[in-house]
Structure formats: structure tokens, C-alpha cells
């Protein structure tokens, strides 16, 4: 983790120097080809795994269920931020 | 929106070719190189920190605009926990990397997959697909439910590209500040959050 960090923060810093130049542009083309790349063989590693492929409906359905868990938890907490410091204001200035 | 649809069609390519035996033995024995990833991070890292609208918007802000994102991380993290105890065949602490990818498909399945193995992968990868998709598709409502930031925390890291224009439709042009933001602070916790559930 101390590593993945470490490398985003150096990535930060220096591109924060090269702010403005063609590298940094260039950075972005060169992420989107490296997820491409690395998603194509991600499905290639799923497509040849029979015991995946066999599931993949369960494994959607597990899939299903941890979004519904986030979604809940992260639309509350948006219902309540909202709620308290959005429109706690607005209130007041209507009293 | 294209470039989910591209991304997800290279996904979709790859599993048909290793469904159906089109490609050589080399690329089917294929081991996920940590260093590609490493490399992606640096490249992540660079195109954040190169971005001067968005360290401008951050600099901008007050306070508050932190809360956001953070009820999002926090919010998506005790709603998986929750949720976990009904999945008998995961533990908490793989469900909980999965929802930390809060929408931000690529990138986290990638992780998991080579800190997991590729089931768990494909599962964050549907998992974040949906998170976003439905962002997409069910913000005019959930404003109405839930207030206009209930489409920005559901977005999760999207709301600085993919989601932002529907957030910017739904919510209100004075959101899209907040949106950008709260996009580019949860994007950055992905692979940490990820990495450090994979590996307590």
C-alpha cells in the first residue's frame, strides 16, 4: 500500500511540474491504453476459466448485492449531509 | 460514455477470445503484472497532478466540500459492511474492497484481480459498473428522493467524467463544482482502499 502510494504521490508532484506541457497529455492517452490493454487480458483470464464463466450468474448476483449495500450507505449519507448543512441554512433565513 | 462503452467492449473481446480458444497459450497463462499496475498509478498520479482546473477547484473550496466526499466513502463502507453478512461465500473484508472502487470500474478491478484472482475481479467489475450505470440512469430520481447530492455520492469517483454532465443536468450547474471535487478526492482513495482491504 506504502508503494501504490508513494508512486501516485510522485506521479502527483511530478506532474504538477509538467502542468501545461504535452507529457501531460500524452499521460492520459497512455492510461486509457494501459486499461484497455490490462482489461482486454483480464477477460481473457475470465473467458479461459471455466469455473469462472460456469458462475458468472452467481457472480453477477454477488455483484448486485454489494452495489445495492454502497448505494444505500452512500445515498443516506447524502440524504443526510444535504439535509443538515444545505438546507439547515436556508431555514434559518426564512425564519 | 464512449470510452466506458470501449473499455468494456476490450473486456467482452478478451472473454470471447479466451471462451472460445482464439489466442496463444501465451496470453491465455497471462499473470497480471503488479508492475503494469504500478506503472498505471504513476501515469494516474501524473495526470492528476498536471490538471490545473482541478487543483484549483480543490484549492477554492471550503471546508464542507470535504464532507461529501468523505459521508460517500464512509456511507458506501458500512452499507457493504452491513451487506456482506449476506453473502456466506465472501468475507467482509473482500466486500468491502469491492465497494471501494466506488464506480471507478477499471482501475479497481484490476487491483483486485491481483491481489484476489480473477473471480473476485469480475465481480468488482460488475459491481462498479453498475454503481455507475445507475448513476447514470437514476439521477433525475434520486434528486427527488434523496436531495441534489444523492446523485453525486452515488457517482462515487465518476462524478469529475462520466457522471458529471447528468449530475450538472440534474443537480444544478452550482454542483458542478462540488461534483468535480468530490470525483477527484474519491478517485484518489480508490487504490488505497482497495489495496488495504485486499490485503488485511
Given at each position: 500500500?506504502?508503494?501504490?502510494?508513494?508512486?501516485?504521490?510522485?506521479?502527483?508532484?511530478?506532474?504538477?511540474?509538467?502542468?501545461?506541457?504535452?507529457?501531460?497529455?500524452?499521460?492520459?492517452?497512455?492510461?486509457?491504453?494501459?486499461?484497455?490493454?490490462?482489461l482486454f487480458l483480464l477477460g481473457v483470464s475470465v473467458g479461459v476459466n471455466p469455473q469462472i464463466m460456469d458462475n458468472l450468474t452467481t457472480l453477477g448476483i454477488e455483484a448486485i448485492i454489494i452495489t445495492i449495500g454502497a448505494l444505500s450507505g452512500s445515498l443516506l449519507s447524502a440524504w443526510a449531509i444535504y439535509k443538515f448543512l444545505f438546507t439547515a441554512k436556508e431555514t434559518e433565513d426564512t425564519i | 460514455?464512449?470510452?466506458?462503452?470501449?473499455?468494456?467492449?476490450?473486456?467482452?473481446?478478451?472473454?470471447?477470445?479466451?471462451?472460445?480458444?482464439?489466442?496463444?497459450?501465451?496470453?491465455?497463462?497471462?499473470?497480471?503484472?503488479?508492475?503494469?499496475?504500478?506503472?498505471?498509478?504513476?501515469?494516474?498520479?501524473?495526470?492528476?497532478g498536471s490538471d490545473e482546473k482541478a487543483i484549483r477547484a480543490i484549492r477554492n473550496q471550503n471546508l464542507k466540500i470535504f464532507l461529501i466526499p468523505l459521508g460517500t466513502i464512509v456511507g458506501t463502507l458500512l452499507g457493504v459492511y452491513l451487506i456482506s453478512f449476506l453473502l456466506k461465500n465472501r468475507s467482509a473484508t473482500d466486500c468491502l474492497a469491492i465497494g471501494s472502487g466506488f464506480g471507478y470500474y477499471s482501475l479497481s478491478s484490476l487491483f483486485i484481480t491481483e491481489y484476489k484472482g480473477a473471480e473476485m475481479g469480475v465481480i468488482a467489475l460488475i459491481s462498479n459498473i453498475i454503481r455507475e450505470l445507475f448513476t447514470l440512469l437514476f439521477a433525475p430520481l434520486l434528486v427527488v428522493w434523496f436531495g441534489k447530492l444523492a446523485p453525486i455520492s452515488a457517482g462515487g469517483a465518476t462524478t469529475a467524467d462520466t457522471t458529471l454532465p447528468i449530475i450538472t443536468k440534474f443537480s444544478g450547474k452550482e454542483f458542478v463544482v462540488i461534483a468535480i471535487t468530490h470525483g477527484i478526492l474519491v478517485d484518489f482513495t480508490v487504490p488505497f482502499l482497495v489495496v488495504f482491504f485486499c490485503k488485511i
Open positions: 500500500m506504502l508503494i501504490v502510494l508513494g508512486l501516485m504521490l510522485s506521479g502527483v508532484f511530478v506532474g504538477y511540474f509538467l502542468r501545461g506541457k504535452k507529457v501531460a497529455r500524452w499521460a492520459g492517452k497512455a492510461i486509457s491504453l494501459a486499461i484497455f490493454v490490462l | 460514455m464512449k470510452s466506458s462503452i470501449i473499455i468494456i467492449s476490450f473486456f467482452i473481446l478478451g472473454v470471447l477470445l479466451g471462451r472460445f480458444d482464439l489466442l496463444p497459450a501465451i496470453l491465455q497463462n497471462n499473470d497480471f503484472s503488479i508492475y503494469a499496475l504500478y506503472v498505471l498509478m504513476f501515469l494516474v498520479g501524473i495526470s492528476i
